[in-house]
């Protein structure tokens, strides 16, 4: 479903150029669970940002559910964006004036969707991570994990066919990340493609697999034998 070839990324730093991406060749199926990981500057954002139709790479193609996002528009870009993908940031990105049920109803506006059918789904989205009880609340009056929590159900709420988190537990104590990748867990378990950067082993060993960049590469890319016999 997701399929990079050939990719090559550059940024333009002044006179100076920056090569993001080196040559990615990247193949991610339907319901896997992945970490990308890599030092600092290796390219993960990049690739993240191309995944997740933020951006465009300068050369290659990257097909997504069948469909070629290189040549789109970036009108085009964001429609892709918001049908298929979910986003969850280490920063949650909540709006502090809305309630969390009017947070996660938010990526529904786009799809011109009643209003009580966006209530519904985000009602159930919230119920899925566990914050049924917590609809009218402001995001100032939860825990870091339950507004991570929140931000899942906004991610999930659109049913996307991947969710993408980049560094989702950067900003949680390491009780409250566990709680957040069991979250994960069952996510994936239950059929949904989750894709995780991070730079901490003990996030990237709940995933299925681990694909290892660095300076702008695939180096590494392996079955996580401890997680396979799980599900
Ligand atoms: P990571 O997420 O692994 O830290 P990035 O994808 O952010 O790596 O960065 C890869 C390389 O591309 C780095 O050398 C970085 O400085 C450079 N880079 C990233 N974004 C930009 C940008 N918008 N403009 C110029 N250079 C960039
Ligand atoms: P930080 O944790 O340092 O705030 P994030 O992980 O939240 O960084 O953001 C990562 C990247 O995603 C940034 O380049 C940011 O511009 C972009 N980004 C953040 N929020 C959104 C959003 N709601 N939609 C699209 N891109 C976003």
Redesign the pocket.
Known sequence: MIRLTGIVKRYLMGEEEVLALNGVDLFIDRNEYVALIGPSGSGK?TL??LI?C?DTPSEGTYVLNGRDTSQLTDDELAHV?NKEIG?V?????LLPRMTVLENVMQPLVYRGMPRAERKALATRALEQVGLGSRLGHRPNQLSGGQRQRVAVARALVGKPSILLA??PT??LDSRTSAEIMALFDELHRSGQTVVVVTHEPDIAAHCRRTIRVSDGKVVEDTLNPARAQVA
């Open positions: 954002s993240m940002n997740g933020l964006r986003f940031f280490q920063s949650f990105h980049d560094e950067g900003n």
